[in-house]
């Protein structure tokens, strides 16, 4: 029977704005060094509101702005944050072979773990994409001394991610690796994805707060993830589709204010104590499905 419990964890994928993956189709790899880099404005943010709160948080590191911005990554572990990474080049593992992933997140944990001294220990897919297709990927983080994963999705609302039947609660699978799955609420006709920046951004500040206060009245675990980009209403407007533009744009002006709001409203904890002070249920997976050992 899986435990669930009570625990809120605040994370961030610290990427500049040009990673995301809706850009892709618009903005290459080798254009990236020639844009302007903005990631510390959205990352001074989330530090000064952290700080103000008393908030300790987890900061997945894309390797090529670690790289690039050193004395950021000092600043966030310095501060008492948790530094994990989110990948090198921000790739989608499902475009990914195994071996140029394995490759991908070696240089991110060589990087980061060099900026800050510490071992890395937790691992975010860019647009949380191990799903049963790249299931493989599990194995490679675990022999590569990741201790926890955060990137499974347990919904099948989005085309381009999630593991359908992920357990919607924290476990580890049977090769040790820990595994946080990101936040769902359990609707009729499957788990609705409401824990990552985008629905965070999307949905009036009332809803997620209501989210919250359900999950957490049932003693639900919670998980939320949030971009630096997404605290940046004056990035660099870049054309896309009306879909793309409306899911990166939107409400990008009054952000700022509901991430504060929703930082002052609740408590959280960090993977790192959630690791130390609660009891996983073991999964093995099979084609794609979970058997509890
Ligand atoms: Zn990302």
């Not at 240089?107 to 937790?122: C, L, N």
């Not at 896309?240 to 952000?255: A, E, I, Q, S, V």
């Amino acid at each position: 029977m899986t435990k669930i419990v009570k625990a809120n964890i605040l994370s961030f994928d610290i990427e500049e704005w040009f990673h995301v993956s809706n850009f892709e189709k618009y903005i290459k790899d080798n254009e990236w060094d020639s844009l302007e880099h903005r990631v510390n404005i959205g990352t001074d943010f989330f530090l000064k509101v952290l700080e103000e709160n008393n908030i300790v948080g987890t900061f997945f590191m894309v390797g090529w702005v670690a790289e690039r911005n050193e004395r950021m990554v000092e600043r966030i572990s310095q501060a008492g944050h948790e530094v994990g990474i989110h990948g090198y080049a921000h790739k989608c593992i499902t475009d990914q072979t195994p071996e140029e992933f394995e490759v991908d997140i070696k240089r991110a944990i060589e990087i980061v773990g060099g900026i800050t001294g510490k071992p890395v220990r937790g691992y975010r897919a860019p647009s949380y994409t191990i799903t049963p297709d790249t299931a493989w990927a599990i194995d490679t983080l675990k022999n590569n001394g990741i201790e926890y994963d955060t990137s499974l999705y347990p919904t099948s609302f989005n085309p381009n991610y999630g593991f359908p039947n992920s357990p919607r609660f924290p476990f580890k699978f049977e090769n040790g690796l820990y595994e946080f799955p990101m936040s769902t609420f359990r609707a009729i006709g499957g788990n609705l994805p409401f824990a990552s920046g985008t629905y965070f951004r999307l949905a009036p500040y009332f809803f997620t707060d209501l989210m919250m206060r359900i999950l957490n009245g049932v003693g639900e675990y919670f998980t939320i993830n949030i971009h630096p980009w997404e605290m940046d209403p004056d990035q660099k407007k870049i054309e896309t589709g009306w879909y793309d533009n409306f899911k990166h744009y939107t409400n990008l002006r009054y952000n700022r204010g509901k991430f504060e709001k929703f930082a002052r409203a609740f408590r959280f904890t960090t993977f790192d104590d959630y690791l130390k002070n609660y009891d996983f249920p073991t999964y093995r997976l099979n084609n794609g499905t979970f058997e509890l050992v």
